[in-house]
Nanobody, 124 residues
Framework: VRPVESGGGVVQSGGSLRLSCVASGFALSSYAMGWARQVPGRALEWVAGIYMDSSTYYADSMRDRVLISRDDAENTVYLQMHRLKPEDTAVYHC???????????????????WGQGTQVTVSS
């Protein structure tokens, strides 16, 4: 039971990527879903989140460059990223948020499901 991410890769600065996350073994419709990233040497941070009512959260660092969406019928959540920068290089994880709100800090709960992540590398 976990989210399964795909869509990462190597892209040039200014490029775009779309990440996908399939909910394996659980119903996406029952959870708020988010994308978090782990930049080397920095704390895990939420990039974007989408609640069950489809309201959204975006980190200030990526607010105008990403779009999160969900397709509950397909059990999938997406993260469309544009105008990527080298500092966006990170492992991007998909996760549930069973309680609370998305914000700058990630607090992992034993009740949430986390994917293994997909690597995004932005070359300058």
């Amino acid at each position: 039971v976990r989210p399964v991410e795909s869509g990462g890769g190597v892209v040039q600065s200014g490029g775009s990527l779309r990440l996908s996350c399939v909910a394996s073994g659980f119903a996406l419709s029952s959870y708020a879903m988010g994308w978090a990233r782990q930049v080397p040497g920095r704390a895990l941070e939420w990039v974007a989140g989408i609640y069950m009512d489809s309201s959204t959260y975006y980190a200030d660092s990526m607010r105008d460059r990403v779009l999160i969406s969900r397709d509950d019928a397909e059990n999938t959540v997406y993260l469309q990223m544009h105008r990527l920068k080298p500092e966006d290089t990170a492992v991007y994880h998909c996760a549930t948020l069973h309680a609370g709100r998305f914000g700058p800090r990630v607090t992992k709960s034993i009740y949430d499901y986390w994917g293994q992540g997909t690597q995004v590398t932005v070359s300058s």
